[in-house]
């Protein structure tokens, strides 16, 4: 059964950079079945599509944040990352990871990590 | 970017009893409407996509409906393990993939 934890710091500095990791267990993330991606949800507010990324390497970001964020992906350790630069406070959210695509539709999230959350603050 | 609107922001039902919950798009999505299920401590999961089509394992008590603009989320009959946060997604504009603000669903 597929499994995704995500890894990284709870707490970052304004103006730092956040980096985290999604590791993938139970099945490989080299398949041209899915695409993996990043959701993050601010307290109090509503999910937010980061972005996703292809086994390929090939990636699709939110415009509004798309100065800022990459997704990466690392086949050979089953995993994928995402950085975001200069964060402020309104990057403080739960990050999730999750596997995209159900029924062909890409934009589908078929399976979610638990979530992390990172605060950013001094 | 289509702003999805989710109503109302909570609605108490008693075990038993039918939930209908709403999600609104800014403009016209299509059938590419998605809800998903968050309970306490727990990721979301996805129940429905095609604005009516179950996905693998969930059960009959749950049903989509609308097009276009409006949608609707039925639970026929809450279970206790239904009582959770639902959100709505549109995945037919690109960029990005919108969701709604989410409806909590409470034991009356």
């Known amino acids: 059964q597929l499994q995704l934890q995500e890894s990284g710091p709870g707490l970052v500095k304004p103006s730092d950079n956040l980096s985290l990791s999604c590791s993938v267990s139970g099945g490989s993330i080299s398949t041209t079945n899915y695409y993996w991606g990043w959701i993050r949800q601010p307290p109090g507010k509503r999910l937010e599509w980061l972005g996703h990324?292809?086994?390929?390497?090939?990636?699709n970001y939110n415009p509004s944040l798309k100065s800022r964020v990459s997704i990466s992906i690392d086949t050979s350790k089953n995993r994928f990352s995402l950085s975001l630069t200069s964060v402020t406070a309104a990057d403080t959210a739960v990050y999730y990871c999750?596997?995209?695509?159900?029924?062909?539709?890409?934009?589908?999230?078929?399976?979610w990590g638990q979530g992390t959350l990172v605060a950013v603050s001094s | 970017e289509v702003v999805m609107t989710q109503s109302p922001a909570t609605l108490s039902v008693s075990p038993g009893e039918r939930a209908t919950l709403s999600c609104r798009a800014s403009?016209?999505?299509?059938?590419?409407l998605a809800w998903y299920q968050q309970r306490p401590g727990q990721a979301p999961r996805l129940l429905i996509y095609g604005a009516s089509a179950r996905a693998t394992g969930i059960p009959a008590r749950f049903s989509g409906s609308g097009s276009g603009t409006e949608f609707t989320l039925t639970i026929s009959s809450l279970q206790s393990e239904d009582f959770a946060v639902y959100y709505c997604?549109?995945?037919?504009?690109?960029?990005?993939?919108?969701f709604g603000q989410g409806t909590k669903v409470d034991i009356k």
């Open positions: 403009q016209s999505v299509s059938s590419d």
């Open positions: 999750a596997r995209l695509g159900y029924d062909a539709y890409v934009g589908l999230v078929s399976l």
């Open positions: 990324v292809f086994y390929s390497g090939s990636t």
């Open positions: 997604q549109q995945y037919n504009n690109w960029p990005p993939w919108t």
